[in-house]
């Protein structure tokens, strides 16, 4: 069965930085794609960046996090990793990892098959 289970969520001021992780039970290059989602107080879930299997990896991004944070694929150790710099109290939400077997790539969260737990990450003033 596969598992999803997301770490390195916390508290951090505003312009600070966290590293989120996600580590998967099964072989992480198994998954076409691997995203991450966060959902905010009384907010829609919202998709935020993807990892593309290819010949070389692509990634895509939500414009509200593009320039700041940076997903990548570590296939040797099964993790997907999120940094995120410049946060600000907007990124507030709790984030999940979220993945998908089929050689297609959507936004939305209702086109993913996997997810983790979630963790919190809170941005203060």
């Known amino acids: 069965q596969v598992q999803l289970a997301e770490s390195g969520g916390g508290l951090v001021q505003a312009g600070g930085s966290l590293r989120l992780s996600c580590a998967t039970s099964?072989?992480?290059?198994?998954?076409?794609?691997v995203g991450w989602f966060r959902q905010a107080p009384g907010k829609e879930r919202e998709f935020v960046a993807a990892v593309i299997k290819g010949s070389t990896d692509s990634t895509v991004y939500a414009d509200s996090v593009k320039g700041r944070f940076t997903i990548s694929r570590d296939n040797a150790k099964n993790t997907v990793s999120l940094q995120m710099n410049s946060l600000s109290r907007e990124d507030t939400a709790v984030y999940y990892c979220a993945a998908r077997m089929t050689h297609d790539f959507y936004v939305s969260p209702n086109a993913y098959t996997f997810w983790g737990q979630g963790t919190q990450v809170t941005v203060s003033s």
């Open positions: 099964g072989r992480t290059s198994s998954f076409y794609v």
